[in-house]
């Protein structure tokens, strides 16, 4: 079974789903790159939270995302990258 990764902001509490697995002991999990629009979400993420307090998180820190907004990557498949 695969676990969703989101990466996180805990200064503005948002995340957004980028991966999956990665799970101990071969950490191999897929990263969405090949999607072009997860990509600009990414680009749209790190840059608004420069410098911000950014955690890649495992789904099972759902507690830890209570109250947390998700960006939702399919708003960036008409943005100019
Ligand atoms: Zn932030």
């Known amino acids: 079974m695969s676990v969703d990764r989101k990466i996180t902001c805990e200064d503005c509490k948002e ?11 071969d950490h191999e999990g897929t ?4 999607e072009p ?14 410098e911000h ?7 099972h820190y759902a507690d830890y995302l209570e109250g947390y907004k998700e960006i939702d990557a399919d708003n960036f498949k008409e943005v100019k990258r």
């Open 15 to 25: 995340y957004l789903w980028i991966a999956q697995g990665g799970c101990p002991p």
């Open 31 to 34: 990263f969405y790159s090949g």
């Open 37 to 50: 629009h997860t990509m600009a979400a990414l680009k749209h993420f790190l840059f608004k939270h420069s």
């Open 53 to 59: 307090n950014l955690k890649f998180v495992p789904e």
